[in-house]
């Protein structure tokens, strides 16, 4: 079993499908179902074995990093060029609560 997601013309994820496993060769299966839906279909895995991220509707992939990137959340995060996927400007608190970021003042709170 393997994931397909389907792109629009800006490279946006629309869909994720479950899809046939690539051992089975009878097909291109990223090009067969793309031919089905006329649109372009990239192989996703949700064990982010491959193109860096498990692809999610509103997604982008990128083609010169072969990677499915999240919508950037705050305007202050930026993007890791290893794992493609954006990170606070300063680490969250290893404390054990929970915390939620605040753009305003680009910092983590505590939620209690």
């Given at each position: 079993m393997a994931h397909y997601a389907f792109l629009n013309e800006n490279n946006v994820v629309t869909e994720v499908?479950?899809?046939?496993?690539?051992?089975?060769?009878?097909?291109?299966?990223?090009?067969?179902?793309g031919e089905i839906r006329n649109q372009i279909c990239k192989r996703t895995s949700y064990n982010n074995n491959?193109?860096?991220?498990y692809a999610s509707i509103g997604y982008t992939y990128d083609e010169?990093?072969?990677?499915?990137?999240?919508?950037?959340?705050?305007?202050?995060?930026?993007?890791?060029?290893?794992?493609?996927?954006?990170?606070?400007?300063?680490?969250?608190?290893?404390?054990?609560?929970?915390?939620?970021?605040?753009?305003?003042t680009t910092s983590w709170v505590t939620v209690e």
């Open positions: 499908i479950v899809g046939k496993d690539e051992t089975d060769t009878t097909h291109d299966w990223e090009q067969f179902y491959i193109r860096k991220n010169q990093r072969d990677a499915f990137i999240a919508p950037k959340p705050y305007a202050s995060w930026t993007l890791n060029e290893t794992t493609c996927r954006y990170e606070a400007p300063i680490a969250e608190p290893d404390d054990g609560k929970f915390h939620i970021w605040n753009e305003e």
